[in-house]
């Protein structure tokens, strides 16, 4: 099937109420077996066992990352091709990509005050993932003061495209700040090479998490064409009944 | 390039006169900076630490007032639809709106803020530095806000949506300028690697801002 015969949103419907109970039936089973080799896997020498919320938030961060791309994409679709669903999928993808960058910024927070003492330091990746979750919010907020859903969404591809070249610039100068601070980084995770028994459990995470959001997207986009949907029939129906007051 | 420099004089005088805001963001600049004393006390090395932040962020918030603006009185009276049918391309006009709208809220910004400085107690010597990286920084600022004020008159919005859309973006135009002034005025870093960062930031700015501009007003207006 062409990308171009998913322009048509019933067929899109379809589609999705085919894939997504296998999607989630999927994701489901893939937690499960994460999760439990998650319990399983060896506490670490240093941190004991806080170092399992490395399996919720080293997934988490990278789906942030992952979502703000997808947008990208369908910012392109939007503005290049004007595709009916590249709208609908950005529109969907933004609250996802905030939450899961929001779930990295709190377990990072919770992992950080046993391990180094602190809630929150102004390290270079938590403050860039924070203004990450800042530009999702921006996206949001565009979204969200949009009475036209078309207008709102072409608005919010530019924004997202202007985002994305601006993503690599502040990475990099947040890195510059932050050298320039404190040149000791407390973050040393990775030092030397993850073990497997670490390393299995946290891909298998990862893998379940990206199963996670495209199940959540694909639902989230689904919502998001009946919600538009429901409100052209509204408006059809407000425009009968002002003909028939006339 | 007749219609650039009409379009950039009209700016200009509009602006200057009655009812614009040319001056009104340098006065925001006066009382921010007037404010922080009063938040942080009065003590004068303390002052002098985070004097170059106290100006450098002052000036960013004072050069984003005028901004949601820049686009919104264009497309009330309509003038705003003929620069987009004009032969000139809408990204120059843009370009010129931006340029007019920094001479006229950007640049009082640079030129008073030595005198601000000195009521930081930034030293004599480091005054011109601090001005130079706002002159530097401050394009940077007013062409990125142009794409927030694009987006908001595309959705006849303003206000703090602007605000809330810009900020995130100007991150990296406040760390360099900060750093370029901090080199400055303490020393111990260089002062040419933040300051031709800062620079770059302004011409890729320069460069982005006003095709995103175009490409949000093209979009939202049609």
């Not at chain 1, 997504?20 to 499960?32: G, K, Q, R, S, Y």
């Not at chain 1, 959001?213 to 639902?219: E, N, P, Q, S």
């Not at chain 2, 919104?72 to 006009?93: Q, V, W």
């Not at chain 2, 930034?122 to 920084?137: N, P, Q, R, S």
């Amino acid at each position: 099937m062409a990308l171009i015969d998913l322009a048509n949103p019933t067929r899109f419907l379809r589609l999705v109420d085919r894939v997504l109970p296998w999607l989630a039936a999927a994701t489901l089973i893939v937690f499960a077996f994460g999760l439990f080799q998650a319990m399983h896997a060896p506490d670490d020498y240093q941190q004991g066992a806080t170092v399992k919320i490395m399996f919720l938030h080293v997934p988490a961060a990278w789906l942030g990352m992952m979502g703000w791309t997808l947008m990208s994409a369908a910012a392109l679709g939007t503005l290049v091709w004007r595709h009916p669903l590249a709208d609908v999928a950005g529109k969907a993808a933004a609250p996802l990509g905030a939450a899961f960058t929001f779930i990295c910024l709190v377990t990072g927070s919770l992992w950080g005050r046993p391990t180094w003492g602190t809630y929150w330091v102004w390290d270079a990746r938590l403050t860039s993932m924070l203004v990450l979750l800042l530009l999702y919010l921006g996206v949001i907020a565009l979204y969200w003061t949009a009475e036209d859903p078309n207008r709102g969404s072409r608005a919010a591809a530019v924004l997202t495209l202007v985002g994305a070249l601006n993503l690599p610039i502040i990475k990099f100068s947040v890195d510059w700040w932050n050298t320039l601070h404190q040149p000791a980084s407390i973050l040393r995770m990775g030092g030397s090479a993850i073990d497997n028994s670490i390393l299995i459990p946290l891909l298998t995470m990862a893998v379940a998490f990206t199963l996670l959001f495209f199940t959540l997207h694909l639902a989230a986009m689904r919502n998001e064409i009946l919600r538009r949907r429901v409100r052209t029939m509204q408006m059809m129906q407000a425009q009968a009944l002002a003909e028939a007051a006339t | 390039m007749t219609a650039f420099t009409a379009l950039l004089a009209r700016d200009m005088r509009i602006a200057i006169r009655v009812g614009g805001g040319a001056l009104m963001g340098a006065l925001f600049f006066l009382i921010v900076v007037t404010m922080m004393p009063f938040a942080v006390g009065p003590d004068l090395n303390l002052l002098a630490r985070i004097g170059p932040a106290i100006l450098w962020l002052g000036a960013l918030l004072a050069s984003l007032l005028a901004l949601d603006r820049l686009f919104a009185t264009d497309h009330e009276d309509g003038s705003l639809d003929l620069l987009m049918m004009g032969r000139m391309p809408l990204e120059l006009a843009i370009a010129g709106k931006g340029l007019a709208h920094w001479l006229t809220t950007g640049l009082p910004l640079v030129v008073i803020s030595p005198v601000l400085g000195l009521m930081l107690n930034v030293e004599l010597k480091a005054l011109g530095a601090v001005a130079l990286t706002l002159a530097a920084g401050t394009p940077a600022l007013t062409f990125i806000g142009l794409i927030g004020a694009a987006l908001s008159v595309a959705l006849r919005r303003g206000g703090l949506l602007l605000a809330v859309l810009v900020l995130p973006l100007t991150i990296p135009v406040l760390i360099f300028g900060v750093a370029a002034a901090n080199a400055a005025i303490l020393g111990g870093a260089a002062f040419g690697p933040p300051f031709t960062i800062l620079c770059a930031l302004s011409l890729a700015s320069l460069v982005i801002g006003p095709f995103a501009a175009a490409a949000a007003l093209r979009f939202g207006l049609e």
